[in-house]
C-alpha cells in the first residue's frame, strides 16, 4: 500500500482520528471529481446499457431532481428495495445529490423485515422493484412514506421510476457536510431486530481511498460488482470505489459462474471483491481456460478464509492476478485491514494489516489491550467507523467505545502487525474448558481434496459443554467418509479439535445474499437431526 498523508482530526463530536488530508468532502464531490476527470469514458455497464459519466451525472440529477418534486428534503431517508441495476445506481446518487440519506434494503428481505426499517427510519419514499410490490407493507404500517417509486413493469400502483427521471435536472447538489449520514445499512443482527449503522460521507470517502491506495486503482480500471449493491462491499468497496477512481462499474445482477466468466472476459475485468465460494465456484468451471481473463489484476476476497488449494490454483491459472484478503464490517464502512496483495500466500492465516488511519486493539473481557500473539476481541476505530445505530443510543454506546467498534470478533495481532481472525465470539467452542476456533478446524478440512467447503458448529454436550460437529459440502465425486475426514484432521490439529461428528452432503452451505455463512441455520439443522453421525 503507498504511504497515505493523513493528520488528526476531530469527528463525530468527541472522536479525534487520523484522516486522509487529500479527500474530497463527499459522495456528490467524488461524482463531480469522476465528471470532471473523464465525462465521456463509460461509468455505468449492465447487460446492454451503457453510460458515460457525463451520462451518469445527468441522470442522476434528473432523479434528484424528482425526489425534490415529490417533497424530499435533505436528511430524509430514501429506501431502495432493489437488485443490482443500473436503476440502484441511479437512485443512490440522486438521493445523495438531493441531500437524503440512503437506505438499502435487501431483495431477500420479507414483508416483515421490510416493513420493520421503513418504519423504524420513517423512510420518506421507497423506491422497489414493481415484482416485489406483494411484499410491501400496507400504508398504516410505514406512515411517514410520501411516494413509492416503481421499477419495471406497469409500476404496480407506485410512480415510474422513468417519470421521476424525466424531472428537471437539480442544479447544485445539496452541500453535505463530512460527518452527515450518507447511508443507513441495517445489520443483519442473529438476535433481536436488526440494527441500523450510519455510514457518513467521510467514512466511505475514506474507504473508497483506501481501496484505491492498496490496490493502485485509477480510472482505467474496470469494477465489477457482483455481490449486492446493497450491502457495504457492492456500496463502497465498488460503486463508491468506481465513483472514486472515475473507472467503470460493471453491475452484475447475479452471480452465477458460467455467466460470469464470460462477462469478465468481454468486460476486460479488472477489480472485484467476492467471496471464497465464489473464486472456488469460478474454478469450477469446466471452461475456465476458454475465458481471456489477463485483465483481471486484483481480486479482493472477505468473509471467510481462503482455501490455499484455491489461492495456489488461481496462481496458476492467472498468474498476473492478485489476491488481497479485505476485512471488515459494515459498521467499519468495508475494510479495516488489507493485505498486501504479495505478502497474501505467505500469510494465509492472516486478514492483514490495518487501512491508513485505522486503529487495531485487541481487547480482554476487561477491556484492557492484550500482548501482541494473545486471544482477545478486535476492537476497531477510525474514520471508516460509522457514527453509531440509527436512533438506538443503547446500541451505539454498547457497541462504539471513544470511538472503537467493539467487532464481536476474536482475535491477535502477531508481532509483525498483522491481524488474524480467529472466529466470532459466539462461535468460538468450549469443549470441556478447552476454547475451539471453528475456523481453524474448517481450514484444515479445505485441505482435503474430497471437500469444496466445512462449516463448524458446536454440538451440545451434557458433560463437555460442546463437541465438534461439522457439516461438509463435497466435491464431484465419491462422498469422503467420515473417518477418512476425522483422520484427515487428526494429522493436523490437537486432539480436542477434531471433530467427532459430521454431516456430509452435495447441499450448499447456507448463505445468506452477501454471501456470509448462516451458522445459526446450520445449528438449527444440528437440532433438528437429532442424530450423531460418528466417525
Known amino acids: 500500500m503507498r504511504p497515505a498523508s493523513l493528520r488528526r482530526e476531530r469527528h463525530f463530536g468527541d472522536r479525534v482520528v487520523a484522516c486522509h488530508v487529500e479527500r474530497p468532502p463527499s459522495l456528490a464531490a467524488m461524482l463531480a471529481d469522476a465528471v470532471r476527470l473523464r465525462p465521456q469514458g463509460e ?3 449492465c447487460g446492454a446499457r451503457r453510460m458515460s459519466w457525463a451520462e451518469v451525472d445527468e441522470r442522476a440529477r434528473r432523479v434528484a431532481g ?8 435533505p436528511g430524509d431517508r430514501v429506501a431502495l428495495l432493489l437488485g443490482n441495476d443500473v436503476e440502484f445506481v441511479l437512485a443512490a446518487l440522486g438521493a445523495t445529490l438531493a441531500g437524503a440519506i440512503v437506505v ?8 416483515p423485515g421490510i416493513a420493520y426499517i421503513l418504519q423504524h427510519c420513517a423512510a420518506r419514499v421507497l423506491v422497489h422493484d414493481t415484482a416485489l410490490a406483494p411484499r410491501l407493507p400496507a400504508a398504516g404500517d410505514a406512515p411517514a ?4 417509486v416503481g421499477v419495471g413493469g406497469d409500476g404496480a400502483g407506485a410512480l415510474p421510476f422513468e417519470r421521476l427521471a424525466a424531472a428537471a ?12 449520514v450518507a447511508a443507513i445499512l441495517y445489520t443483519s443482527g442473529t438476535t433481536g431486530r436488526p440494527k441500523g449503522a450510519m455510514l457518513t460521507h467521510l467514512g466511505i470517502v475514506h474507504s473508497a481511498t483506501n481501496y484505491q491506495l492498496a490496490f493502485e486503482l485509477g480510472p482505467e480500471d474496470r469494477c465489477a460488482v457482483v455481490v449486492p449493491l446493497s450491502h457495504v462491499t457492492g456500496l463502497v468497496a465498488l460503486m463508491a470505489v468506481a465513483l472514486r477512481i472515475a473507472g467503470a ?3 452484475v445482477p447475479a452471480f452465477k459462474a458460467a455467466e460470469f466468466l464470460p462477462l469478465a472476459a468481454r468486460e476486460r475485468m479488472s477489480f472485484t471483491v467476492m467471496v471464497p465460494a465464489m473464486y472456488a465456484l469460478c474454478l469450477l468451471q469446466p471452461d475456465f481456460a476458454a475465458h481471456d481473463l489477463a485483465a483481471w489484476r486484483v481480486g479482493g476476497f472477505g468473509g471467510a478464509p481462503m482455501a490455499p488449494s484455491v489461492i495456489d490454483e488461481l496462481a496458476e491459472r492467472l498468474p498476473n492476478l492478485a489476491l488481497a484478503n479485505c476485512y471488515g464490517a459494515t459498521e467499519t464502512t468495508s475494510p479495516a485491514t ?3 496483495p504479495h505478502l497474501t500466500r505467505a500469510h494465509l492465516a492472516s486478514v492483514g494489516l490495518p487501512v491508513p488511519g485505522a486503529e487495531v486493539a485487541v481487547m480482554d473481557d476487561d477491556g484492557r489491550e492484550v500482548p501482541p500473539g494473545e486471544t482477545g476481541e478486535i476492537w476497531l476505530r477510525g474514520a471508516m467507523v460509522v457514527k453509531g445505530y440509527w436512533d438506538n443510543p443503547q446500541a451505539s454506546a454498547e457497541n462504539i467505545v471513544s470511538g472503537f467498534w467493539r467487532s464481536g470478533d476474536v482475535g491477535t495481532v502477531d508481532a509483525g502487525g498483522f491481524l488474524h481472525v480467529h472466529d466470532r465470539k459466539k462461535d468460538m467452542l468450549n469443549r470441556g474448558g478447552y476454547k475451539i476456533f471453528s ?12 471437500v469444496l467447503e466445512a462449516a463448524v458448529v458446536g454440538r451440545p454436550c451434557p458433560v463437555l459443554g460442546e463437541r465438534v460437529h461439522v457439516f461438509v459440502t463435497a466435491k464431484e465425486g465419491p462422498l469422503p467418509e467420515a473417518a477418512d475426514l476425522q483422520a484427515f484432521c487428526a494429522a493436523q490439529l490437537a486432539d480436542y479439535k477434531v471433530p467427532e461428528t459430521f454431516t456430509i452432503g452435495r447441499e450448499p452451505l447456507p448463505r445468506n445474499a452477501n454471501g456470509k455463512l448462516l451458522k445459526r441455520e446450520l445449528r438449527e439443522r444440528l437440532l433438528a437431526e437429532g442424530t450423531d453421525r460418528p466417525a
Open 43 to 45: 461509468a455505468l455497464v
Open 66 to 73: 424528482g425526489f425534490v418534486e415529490i417533497g424530499v428534503r
Open 104 to 111: 438499502p434494503l435487501s431483495v431477500r428481505e420479507q414483508a
Open 145 to 148: 412514506l410520501l411516494a413509492r
Open 169 to 180: 435536472p437539480l442544479g447544485a447538489p445539496h452541500a453535505a457536510a463530512e460527518d452527515d
Open 249 to 251: 462499474l460493471v453491475v
Open 338 to 340: 488489507i493485505m498486501p
Open 439 to 450: 475456523v481453524e478446524v474448517e481450514n484444515a478440512l479445505a485441505r482435503h481434496p474430497g
